[in-house]
């Protein structure tokens, strides 16, 4: 399996780019990199590292898109940096999925203009997995659209469902509606559309839908897939960031608040270590934007070797899973056409 990487995407690109896909080819030994970026950069990093000798190979530009380029900038004048070259890797068979740290926004803009969206999606959207009391879950979307209407809530819930079932082997995951109440009357139209066409069809499907969900069930784990728009989700999975920042903090102040409870921190910190590992977003990062005509995968931009690892590992899980074929035949089957196509 051959992926591109933007490896002049992030904040810390080139050294993590090349330290990721190091890490990422001795949990996969099949991987190969196509990195693209600048040679005069890459090549002295690449050859430090052994195991990624004769398995990677540099596709030179001396371009990139910066971390706060416009979209709409970054695709008029995009053309010959670095994450576009990766994509058109994709489009063009050269490789099979591509990961960058690089400008979000810059990255979705491109994603869908070069790769188009599979047959049946309107539009991608940008879903990732978070920890939650019963394990992980994913959510989406998380940015792409700040507004979406029945049909769009109802593809990004067929799109997580396979998306989850790929990564954590759950083979028929719970979908929820995020929404202010878990009464049918709540919330705006869109989403008791949503709700109606799950109902309608949804046992035609490899899900179980479970309803309307709340903020605290996010957490909870009350569902594997929380389906909303970006507006939203990304509110959301910042919101939980930010608490859990807030959390760690808290939690070394109180720490160092007194000599007792100095002693009690090193009583417990097998324990804290073992919290630290459950909630360090490096494991978790990796959003995919989901309907593509491709794995496009999106990395944290200050992601080091080890977060950028995971997202490579990412993109590996999709494409051997051949998540986009199986998003496509659920998404054709016939009982979804007459009430969607109708909207």
Known sequence: MLLALDAMG?????????????????????????????????????????????????????????????????????????????????????????????????????????????????????????????????????????????????????????????????????????????????????????????????????LEFHGFIEGNDITGGTVDVVVTDGFSGNIAIKMGEGTIKMFSEYLKSAYRSSLLAKLGYLLSAPALSTLKKKLDPRHYNGGVLLGLNGVVVKSHGGADGLSFANAVSVAYDLIGFKLNEKISAELKLPALSPSIASD
């Open 10 to 206: 992030g904040d810390h690109a080139p050294a993590s780019v090349i330290e990721g896909a190091s890490i990422a080819r001795e949990r996969h030994p099949d991987l190969k990199f196509l990195l693209v970026g600048n040679r005069e950069q890459v090549e002295p990093l690449l050859s430090s590292r052994k195991n990624l000798g004769g398995n990677a190979e540099i596709l030179h530009t001396e371009t990139f898109i910066a971390g706060d380029a416009k979209p709409s900038l970054a695709l008029r004048q995009g053309g010959g940096t670095s994450m576009r070259l990766a994509i058109e890797a994709v489009a063009s068979g050269r490789a099979e999925g591509v990961v960058s740290a690089g400008n979000t926004g810059a990255l979705m803009v491109l994603s869908k203009f070069v790769l188009r969206t599979l047959p049946g999606v309107d539009r991608p959207a940008i879903a990732s997995l978070y920890p939650t009391l019963r394990g992980e879950s994913a959510m989406l979307d998380m940015g792409a659209n700040v507004e979406c209407d029945a049909r769009n809530l109802f593809q990004f819930g067929v799109m997580g469902s396979a998306y989850v079932t790929a990564l954590l082997g759950i083979p028929r995951p719970r979908v929820g509606l995020l929404n202010i109440g878990s009464e049918d009357l709540k919330g705006h139209d869109a989403l008791r559309a949503a709700a109606a066409h799950f109902r309608e069809i949804g046992e035609a499907l490899p």
